[in-house]
């Protein structure tokens, strides 16, 4: 009895290992891209509103991916879709280097959205089976690893760009880092059955219901920021810093960093002190970081102000994600694909909005839009959230 029991823990432990792997690549990716964005804006010549509108095409193909990706993990183990969407990313992450024009890269980055948030239904579905398997919330400490991605990917962007390397070997070498690591993970991925819960209400992402709908709510504010941070932040640094000794990836680095910081420790402080008291505070961090980035213009308290926002996004994501894939109204793969799309609406609307602002009243009053989300998200925390 007890020699299985510790064979149980051992393949617990792999499989952990393996999901993170999934996140970690996902946070790589993810930042490689965002690293190189004013290297795009300037080679192609665009304004911030052209600029918002061509970022467009990431979330658009996310969006159009999330309810299919929710369909397929009804149909498919969730491991073989990781696999499918790590192959995307091999294929279209390089050849995003390659696109020298507007429309082309609109098009390059639909397909990268799609790769990206294919990944994220599919690895935060072997997340919420693990989580069942062993009795645990850990939701955080998984999307703590996607920051460590991030924050990695911005560090290694950062250095590759103070050495002159072009957006395509840049994005080559990640490609090829993906071809390296994905072998370490599959193997060891949950072999999770996708059957239908006949228990369960017969429903879809159009169908969520009040309390999921609140949820997705406030995940849309906490994406949009968290996409606006990525998106616009080192242009940021980079328009209104230009002294820095720092490179222009200083702040997406550090805000990267505290989101690592703040998920490491999200699950043991959501289940001590509450999830909707953890949000709350998530919210008002999340506005008062971003009013320390805008007002001040010393680059130190700029740096610190993407810190404190850091940690105010750090658990947002994870913590409704593990609300919602844990409740029992619907099928978790359902759930989860249907906060996701609503979530990703704002990663949609985030860097169109913030670019068209930032033309009629510059980028450093456009910001403030997430100052306001983060309010808004500690609001509703405060009134509609219960643990359930």
């Known amino acids: 009895m007890e020699g299985s029991r510790r064979i149980v823990v051992k393949v617990m432990k792999k499989a952990r290992f393996s999901i993170g792997i999934l996140f970690f690549i996902c946070g790589l990716n993810f930042a490689t891209w965002a690293t190189r964005i004013p290297d795009f804006k300037a080679t192609l010549h665009l304004s911030d509103a052209e600029l918002g509108t061509v970022l467009m095409g ?14 397929l993990l009804t149909k498919y183990a969730s491991r073989w879709i ?19 024009s507007a429309v082309t890269l609109f098009t390059g980055l639909f397909f990268f959205g799609m790769a990206g948030d294919i990944m994220n239904i599919a690895m935060n579905t072997q997340v919420v089976s693990l989580e069942a398997k062993i009795n645990k919330i850990i939701m955080s400490s998984f999307h703590a690893i996607f920051s ?22 840049h994005f080559s070498l990640v490609a090829l880092l993906n071809i390296i690591i994905i072998p370490l993970s599959f193997p060891n991925l949950l072999i999770d059955k996708p ?14 219901g009040p309390y999921l709908i609140t949820l997705s709510f406030i995940a849309f504010c906490g994406m949009l920021c968290e996409g606006a941070m990525a998106d ?26 505290a989101m690592v910081v703040g998920r490491f420790i999200g699950d043991s402080i959501s289940l001590k002190y509450g999830v909707s008291n953890i949000l709350v505070l998530n919210g008002i961090l999340l ?30 994501v994870p913590l409704i994600y593990s609300q919602a894939g844990n409740q029992k109204e619907i099928m978790p793969s359902i759930a989860i694909a249907g906060v996701s799309t609503i979530a990703y609406i704002g990663f949609l609307l985030g860097p169109v909005l913030i670019g068209y602002l930032s033309d009629f009243i510059g980028l450093d009053k456009a910001l403030y839009l997430i100052v306001i989300l983060g309010f808004v998200a500690a609001f509703i925390s405060k009134t509609w959230v219960t643990t359930k």
Request: glycine share 10%.
């Open 58 to 71: 990431l979330p658009i193909g996310s969006l159009v991916s999330l309810p299919i990706a929710g369909w």
């Open 82 to 100: 990781t696999l499918i969407a790590v192959v995307m990313y091999v294929v279209v992450l390089p050849s995003l280097g390659f696109l020298s």
């Open 148 to 169: 460590i991605g991030l924050m990695a990917g911005a560090f290694l962007g950062g250095i590759l760009e103070k050495e002159s390397f072009t957006t395509q070997e």
């Open 195 to 208: 059957v239908q819960d006949e228990s369960k209400p017969k429903s879809s992402i159009l169908n969520l």
């Open 232 to 257: 616009w932040i080192s242009l940021y640094f980079k328009e209104y810093s230009p002294n820095s000794p720092f490179p222009i990836t200083i702040g997406f680095s550090f805000f990267a960093a």
């Open 287 to 316: 506005g008062l970081g971003m009013l320390l980035t805008l007002l001040f213009p010393s680059i130190f308290l700029k740096i610190a102000g993407c810190f404190i926002t850091g940690i105010g996004i750090s658990t947002i």
